[in-house]
Nanobody, 119 residues
Framework: QVQLVESGGGLVQAGGSLRLSCAAS????????MGWFRQAPGKEREFVAR????????SYADSVKGRFTISRDSARNTGYLQMNSLKPEDTAVYYC????????????WGQGTQVTVSS
């Protein structure tokens, strides 16, 4: 089973940038994917972006398209979420997660990292 360790959160002004990292270890499947989710206080967790490990295919929530970029470095077993043009509404705890295929749920989660965007 894969284990995930997330880092890179912090405080940034509106319009600024942050890059989150998610280091994966342990067993992974050939079709596994890494996703990023976020949860703001009082709100449900929401999907942000996803990248498949084999092909690098990406998917984004409408709210972050054009601003966030998800990527992976297969050699380092690490995924990244580059966040540009940050807005106060991006403030949340960000989690990376793993799924073994596109037909299975995300069942492995990182510990979360706080992203705070000031206005």
């Amino acid at each position: 089973q894969v284990q995930l360790v997330e880092s890179g959160g912090g405080l940034v002004q509106a319009g600024g940038s942050l890059r989150l990292s998610c280091a994966a270890s342990g067993r992974t499947s050939s079709a596994w994917a890494m996703g990023w989710f976020r949860q703001a206080p009082g709100k449900e967790r929401e999907f942000v972006a996803r990248v498949t490990w084999s092909s690098g295919s990406t998917s984004y929530a409408d709210s972050v398209k054009g601003r966030f970029t998800i990527s992976r470095d297969s050699a380092r077993n690490t995924g990244y979420l580059q966040m540009n043009s940050l807005k106060p509404e991006d403030t949340a705890v960000y989690y990376c997660a793993a799924r073994s295929s596109n037909t299975t749920p995300y069942n492995t989660w990182g510990q979360g990292t706080q992203v705070t965007v000031s206005s």
